[in-house]
């Protein structure tokens, strides 16, 4: 439960510098990676699905997997796998063991799709990101943004509806 304007903790300076910082760097990052991709005809969220998916097995995972791992609610994953569809890089199959479960399956377009923007995609994160930062940053990094996604994770899934 959100606190409420009473109990609100105020965010002191260095917090601030700190919160401010961040977003301002992701959501240039992120439009920054988006950019890069538009010369595939591919958004940031298609590449993150396309990318899940081909590293499946069999370039497959049930819809509400992906969901998850993508950390977006099934409606929004639904959207995106009309877009996707209609593109011709993915498609949905029926699950034999559950008739009210999907697949998403990456199809051979959907795979050289994400063939063809990788080495833009991979050089803009290192050129963006991961170049401007020491070993020691990235593995401080990772450790903390694993944390971070382990507890919105929870939180996500809670949210969707979805036991975890």
Known sequence: MAPTKTEARWLNPR???????YIIASRRMLEALDGDLADYELTLADYEVLAQ?????GR????????????VSKSRLSHRMKVMEAAG????????EDRRGYFAVMTDKGFKAIERAAPTHVGSVRNRFLDH????????????????QSQLRGQFIEEDGTSK
């Open 15 to 21: 917090e601030m510098k700190a919160w401010r910082n």
């Open 53 to 57: 998916l081909s590293d499946a097995p």
């Open 60 to 71: 497959k995972l049930r819809m509400s997997e992906l969901a998850e791992i993508a950390m």
């Open 89 to 96: 890089w993915v498609r949905r199959e029926e699950c034999p």
């Open 133 to 148: 930062l020491s070993v020691k940053d990235q593995e401080d990094l990772a450790k903390i943004f694993d944390r971070l």
